[in-house]
């Protein structure tokens, strides 16, 4: 089997000085793929990402992008590699409209980014529609496709999603799957962490379940939802 694109390889580490939370712990994703980490709250899902980012210390195991290792960059370093990471709050400038967010996104770029913007307008038509508005003025679905197409920006090789549907409504959360789908099938690799487990893995090519820092289940979306100790651990049956 070829290594994945992105692959955080048994990692071990935790925050600082603090103990491990995270024990041998894989997570990869490919092209085309959507992968989904899940897990009981507090399992390490957030910190697994973070991880691959390069936001704490991997004590052992490795963060591998194409096949360079990258376990020592700093998040900075990784996003000129192409590392696109949506963090979980704090995503966007609520007080600039959100077309200045989107510039914003494209920081690192000396090029010319308006067929980018275009393109990000093409996959969230909405936010073509509310491009001077305040962003704090947008809907919760509203701004995490200002976030989303913040990070996309950067014309990232990956894109990481820290809880992308957290405290949105359930016919919102489904849009905004819809999108992430959408983008998916640009060829971007997507990993994201998820707390609406089942209908993540509904949308997910591959799925790891993670239980206190540890892979406890890996497989498609599919082979997850029909395992019988996955469903009644953690999916309710
Ligand atoms: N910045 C941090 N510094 C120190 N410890 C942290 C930090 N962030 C998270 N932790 C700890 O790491 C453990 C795993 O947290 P993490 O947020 O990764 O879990 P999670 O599976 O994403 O959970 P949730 O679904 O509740 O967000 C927890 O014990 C948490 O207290």
Same mark, same amino acid.
């Given at each position: 089997? @070829?290594?994945? +694109? ?14 491990? #939370? ?10 085309? %793929? ?8 507090? $399992?390490?899902? @957030?910190? =697994?990402?973070?991880?691959? +980012? ?5 004590? @052992? ?23 696109? +990471? ?5 995503? /966007? +400038? ?13 920081? /690192?770029?000396?090029? !010319?980014? @308006?067929?980018?913007? %275009?393109? #990000?307008?093409?996959?969230?038509? #909405? ?19 200002? $976030?989303?197409?913040? =990070? ?9 999603? !820290? ?7 359930? /016919? ?8 992430? #789908? ?21 949308? $997910? ?33």
């Amino acid at each position: 089997m @070829s290594e994945p +694109f992105l692959i955080g390889d048994a990692m071990t580490g935790g925050y600082g000085k603090g103990p491990d #939370i995270l024990h041998d712990c894989t997570i990869a994703v490919n092209p085309g %793929e959507i992968a989904v980490i899940v897990g009981p709250n507090g $399992a390490g899902k @957030s910190t =697994a990402m973070k991880a691959t +980012f390069g936001m704490l210390n991997v004590r @052992s195991g490795a963060v591998r992008l194409g096949g360079e290792d990258i376990t020592n960059l700093t998040p900075q370093q990784r996003v000129v590699k192409g590392m696109g +990471f949506v963090p979980q709050t704090s995503n /966007i +400038f609520t007080s600039m409209t959100v077309e200045e967010n989107l510039e914003m996104g494209a920081f /690192i770029r000396t090029d !010319d980014y @308006s067929d980018t913007m %275009e393109q #990000i307008y093409g996959l969230f038509p #909405i936010l073509k529609d509310k491009r001077n508005q305040p962003a704090g003025e947008l809907s919760g679905g509203q701004r995490q496709q200002v $976030a989303v197409g913040r =990070a996309l920006m950067t014309q990232p090789k990956v894109l990481l999603l !820290d809880e992308p549907t957290a405290g949105v409504s359930p /016919i919102v959360m489904d849009e905004l799957f819809d999108r992430i #789908i959408e983008v998916s099938r640009t060829g971007l690799p997507i990993l994201m962490v998820e707390q609406n487990a089942k209908q993540a893995l509904e949308i $997910a090519d591959k799925g790891y379940v993670l239980v206190q820092g540890r892979n406890a289940h890996t497989g498609t979306g599919k082979e997850l939802l029909a395992d019988e100790e996955v469903r009644k651990s953690f999916l309710g049956g």
